[in-house]
């Protein structure tokens, strides 16, 4: 206990943020709440419902961006907080600690923009939340947007118990694309695992590199929007089922084959090339009998996986005291 509290420690001298919730009365409150330059923390006290007694915070950089820079901080003994290997610029590490029975929410008050890598430095983002027993830890961030010649690395690392929830959004965007940029940028990489009880349970990697035989926007086409969504642990069981039934029902009417000649609609034409659905879903269960469900969307619009994250995790209102990513 007392290598795994030097640990423990150890990661948050090194960070430039650190988050602790724990219940105070009957209710979850943000006990610890450090940040310093270039991140921001907020815990405001009035985020949801106070009957859900949830804690918010909302993840802010000075100048509304992460920038390529020469600033390094010191790698920590902790393998969530590992820098990469990659020439850096700004780095922004946080911890996150969620005690037993507690409901927390993480998010964002923008897109996170990353700005154009200055002599081939990566930025950087690197979370590692251990969320407690009984608890619910929501990451509901706005994408990531990676502007012309950026270079950007994250890795997000979340430590459970069999009965821990955790979900995890995890999603970006082509760039300034209403503006023509489209996956104009250098490197991107996001890392996500689960440790459960300190046992890999869900692994997952994304990668987008430029390539001297196809570039990125060669191989995304006109989608502009990448997404990832995480639903772990029995309190979220119902809306795992719930996006799995919906998704496969909608995805059944997008994909359906063109009806074939002779049929009750042969005298409509079909096209040579059917025009590829605006937005595409799969559902995949992991873990022991399925504990968890990752959903992938890939999509043309901001707005239209804004609007899927709207629908399917609005069952997390009672939780959290309010809808993630609510109408404007």
């Known amino acids: 206990m007392e290598a795994e509290a030097a640990m423990a420690a150890a990661a948050a001298a ?25 991140l921001k923390l907020i815990a405001p ?85 251990r969320v407690g027993e009984d608890a619910l830890f929501a990451l509901i961030p706005d994408p990531v947007t990676c502007f012309s010649m950026a270079r950007y690395h994250q890795k997000q690392v979340f430590h459970v118990f069999p009965n821990s929830n955790l979900v995890v959004v995890d999603w970006f965007t082509s760039g300034r694309y209403e503006s023509g940029e489209k996956w104009n940028f250098s490197f991107y990489k996001s890392i996500n695992h689960i440790l459960l009880e300190d046992q890999p349970l869900f692994i997952d990697s994304v990668l987008l590199e430029q390539s001297s035989n196809f570039s990125i926007a060669d191989r995304m086409q006109e989608y502009n929007v990448v997404a990832m969504v995480i639903l772990l642990g029995p309190k979220l069981k119902h809306t795992q089922d719930q996006m799995q039934d919906e998704v496969k029902k909608m995805m059944s009417v997008q994909l359906r084959p063109p009806t074939s000649a002779g049929g009750r609609y042969s005298t409509r034409s079909q096209p040579l090339h059917p025009q590829r659905p605006p937005i595409i879903a799969s559902c995949s269960p992991f873990g022991r009998m399925g504990t968890g469900m990752v959903a992938r969307i890939t999509a043309v619009s901001t707005e239209s996986v804004y609007s899927f994250l709207r629908h399917h995790l609005a069952a997390l209102e009672p939780f959290l005291g309010a809808c993630p990513y609510p109408a404007s």
């Open 14 to 38: 090194a960070a430039t943020g650190a988050v602790r919730v724990e219940k105070v009365r009957g209710r979850s409150a943000v006990t610890r709440c450090f940040a310093k330059y270039p």
């Open 45 to 129: 006290s009035k985020a949801g419902r106070a009957s859900s007694g949830a804690a918010w915070l909302y993840a802010i950089t000075y100048g509304g961006g992460i920038v390529s820079v020469s600033r390094r901080i010191a790698s920590s003994s902790s393998p969530g907080l590992q820098s990469t290997n990659q020439p850096t610029g700004d780095i922004i590490s946080c911890t996150v600690a969620v005690g037993d029975g507690c409901a927390a929410a993480m998010t964002t008050q923008a897109s996170t923009k990353v700005y154009k890598a200055v002599d081939s430095k990566c930025s950087e983002q690197v979370l590692e939340a």
